[in-house]
């Protein structure tokens, strides 16, 4: 198996990191594979901003908790079965502010690609990850404005999701590939 498939088959969602940060060169060539993401028409709807400040992680997980507690009581529960972290406490976060595109929704998808490609860079690098759509309910309420203005996020642009990355604490096992979904027409 080739080193890409490899990757593709080792990633494995990580919801419980260390304290060890990624070095600078890890997350400047994880920014790099970032950017090398495809998207609709080449429009690169997204920027990517690289967050390893842990008072900040942590005044956004606060609110995001506040806020899921507020508009979703059941997930909410649900994270909190889980043991009531929305990070993990990973040392670092990639977000991805994107732009309204047209036709409707069409950046979701250049949302999805660039979180992926940002999974599988850390994944070569030996580092865990895990994608965080659960991010974006830190912007959910009052603090909006305050983090887009404390991520310098551009004008126009809104939290998609983010990315943790980081190191595990043991390692993961990658979810089980049901082969009924896959169908060869010949
Ligand atoms: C768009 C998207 C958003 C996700 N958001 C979260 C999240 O907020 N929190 C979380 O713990 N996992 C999140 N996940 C991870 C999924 O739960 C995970 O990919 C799935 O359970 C399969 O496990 P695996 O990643 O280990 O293969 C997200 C995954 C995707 C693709």
Redesign the pocket.
Known sequence: MNETLKNIKE???C?DFTEQSPTNEQLTAIAQAAIQSPSGMNRQFWHVIVVTNKELISEMEKEGLDNLREIDESLYQHVKSRGGALFYHAPCMVFFPIKAAQPAGAELIDL?II?QNTVLAATSLGLAS??????AFAFAGNKNAYFKDKLKFPNGYECG?AVLLGYATSP?T??EPDQSKILFIK
Not at 130 to 135: E, I, K, S, T, W
């Open positions: 990633r494995c969602s919801r999805g979180a895990v994608h965080c759509g659960l991010a999701m993961g990658p979810h």
